[in-house]
């Protein structure tokens, strides 16, 4: 070994025991590890340079991965996905039932979508649909997390592990032009069966493996209660729906009181109550529960004031406001005060130290201490941030409304995305190129605004990316990865490429569950690829293997960031995703390595 090879060795394990002890995050350990590797460049050139090193910011691969997290926006602000899960998600019997629904309407949309927004998407949706229908988070959350990971085995832009992989295929392609490229389908003949394995063995051993617990945040009660009056829009999807079939009967933190018809009150309503368009909805729920109901499809505010505000409702937010003492409204009415006209902000629904106010929200008298729920511009914390009008202000986070009329086109441009992506050797079209349209649509076509796509780039996962490439081609440059797959084959050399393809499975997977997916398969893949090109075959199952074998780590929560994701809502506990995970890798890992050779010949 080399003294380059030896030092590189070393940098790597500080990174992995970094990495593994979670003394830094990705974003800190790998640019680290990336800096210390570049600066020694000026004493060998075996060391990548850094020019190397701004170039693998550029990598097409990356750039993909960044791009489509605006894509995803547009979905998540349009609520194309919720209204997916709506459908497929229904009212389970059973927790095994639950877990079933859940699982396949998320690893299909995890096969054309990253696994990471999926997860973010569908969190919230989870964990509201299980407390409406009584079932522990906890049952769920992990079955949502690993759905994400089937699913993302399927195709090309899964994860983000295999655009890593392909980018680094198209880079060794450079100085090896019999180097495969994996295509949008290539790792879904392989991925698609372990997916149909995995999620089979979920279902049939969560019941005995997964903790029937509740996550920590839902045993807070929050103390402010509103009421709020929500007006069913005529001709939406819930006009001409009962009460049950609408799913405004077990909502979460919040209940109906009664609805108004016409100027008749009826209280007391059944499940069975047919709603009609311009009812009026009254509920008394927590401040997070009337955010729901903003976001629900088909309702919308009873107070018309909101619809008099300037600009578009999705460009605004809610805003938690309290009246001091000395605010003109004190004393007044809300609509004496001609709060709107005076503020550009409409009042929702009022607080008053768990008094339930019964009067229309026009008719409040505002006193000093109550605390109001405003629909307003952003800009309105700006501008009254300092006023003696208010003591307090913070605005909710995710609480725009949904662009709901926006669903059908961004659904549109999502499936046009995919149908060309796989149509790649036909037209031409690299998934970059088609990633960079879609976004630009999703923008053009107002599914997200352009500040939310610039928020959504989750620039920490690329920062990490970025640098796992440069360590990734340390590795190989410094004879590093070399050393490992001569270490491997001498052990193996009248084996099977079967076997060594089976270790490198392993040692990719071991990576996986001690660091992250990413840097797992950039570390893995220049030893897969000497182990390949020693043993005179393919590389293409290979390379399949890593991309299967980073993106399957399912025994520890720091093997994925989706698993660290769920793991605080989920009231998880380390050794739950060991009790689940461990056997779950030996079943993927037997169905990848068996299938692999089979289906992509040495």
Known sequence: MTWEAAVAALVVAVVLYALARNLA????????GAVVLTSLSAVSERFPSARQLAAGFGNEGLLTLGVLFVVATGLTETGGLSLIAERFLGRPRSVASAQARLMVPVAAASSVLNNTPIVAMFLPVVEEWSRRNRLSVSKLLIPLSYAAIFGGCCTLIGTSTNLVVQSLMIEARKTDPSMPVMGMFTIGAVGLPAAVVGIAYVLLVSGRLLPDRRAPRAELAD???YSVEMMVLPGSAIDGQSIEEAGLRHLPGVYLAAIEREGETLAAVGPEHVLRGHDRLMFVGVVESVVDLQRFRGLAPATDQVFKLEGPRHDRCLVEAVVSPTSPLAGKGIREGRFRSRYDA???????????????????????????????????LK???NDRDFLLMSALDGSSPRRHERTGVALLILAGMVALAGLESVTGLSLFSLALVAAGLMVVTRCCSIEQARRSIDWSLLLAIGAALTVGRAIETTGLAGVIAQ???????????????AQVYLLTLVFT?????NAAAVLAFPIAHAAASGLGVSFMPFALAVAMAASSGFATPIAYQTHMMVYGPGGY????FTRIGLPLDLVVGAVAVGLLPVLFPF
């Not at 270490?487 to 393809?501: C, I, R, S």
């Not at 506990?573 to 739950?576: E, G, L, T």
Request: proline share 10%; glycine share 6%; net charge positive.
């Open 487 to 501: 270490g491997m084959l001498g052990t193996l050399q009248t084996a099977h490429p079967w076997l060594v393809l």
């Open 513 to 517: 569950e001690l660091v992250t997916n």
């Open 383 to 385: 501008a009254h941030r």
């Open 573 to 576: 506990r380390f050794s739950d």
């Open 25 to 32: 995050p990705p974003d800190i350990a790998l640019p680290a």
């Open 346 to 380: 409409a009042v929702i629904a009022v607080h008053r130290n768990g008094e339930r106010i019964r009067s229309k929200i026009g008719d409040i008298v505002l006193r000093p201490g109550d605390t109001l729920l405003l629909e307003a511009h952003p800009r309105f």
């Open 223 to 225: 103390p402010r209660e």
